[in-house]
């Protein structure tokens, strides 16, 4: 049984950081990639940031890079997204996610490939 469960989220001002985890249960974590996610109301879901299945490379979306490190505690079985520079247009429900159909794959940016997803948490940024 695989799931994924986020949380860090909140109210921040532009400028402000925060770090968002991911709990991975089951053996996805150490066979499949994982994925960062965020959806704004009114806009489709888009991709934020990924690492493939040993953690070996990262992917980030033009929007983000520089600003936001994916990363990953093996022993704890966690999902980071780490966020710096934050800025209202970040402002979405993020959400993490596996492809457990490319096991030992890497991240890719179409949300469509990836099969587990999890709740999601706000993020909230004011100007």
């Known amino acids: 049984q695989v799931q994924l469960a986020e949380s860090g989220g909140g109210l921040v001002q532009a400028g402000d950081s925060l770090r968002l985890s991911c709990e991975v249960s089951?053996?996805?974590?150490?066979?499949?990639?994982l994925g960062w996610f965020r959806q704004a109301p009114g806009r489709q879901r888009e991709f934020v940031a990924g690492?493939?299945?040993?953690?070996?490379?990262?992917s980030y979306a033009d929007s983000v890079k520089g600003r936001f490190t994916i990363s990953r505690s093996s022993a704890n079985g966690l999902l980071y997204l780490q966020m710096n520079s934050l800025q209202p247009d970040d402002t979405a429900v993020y959400y993490c996610?596996?492809?457990?159909?490319?096991?030992?794959?890497?991240?890719?940016?179409?949300?469509?490939?990836?099969?587990?997803w999890g709740q999601g948490t706000q993020v909230t940024v004011s100007s």
């Open positions: 996610a596996a492809d457990r159909r490319t096991p030992y794959g890497v991240a890719v940016p179409d949300p469509s490939l990836y099969d587990y």
């Open positions: 089951g053996r996805t974590f150490n066979s499949d990639p």
């Open positions: 690492m493939n299945w040993d953690g070996s490379r990262t």
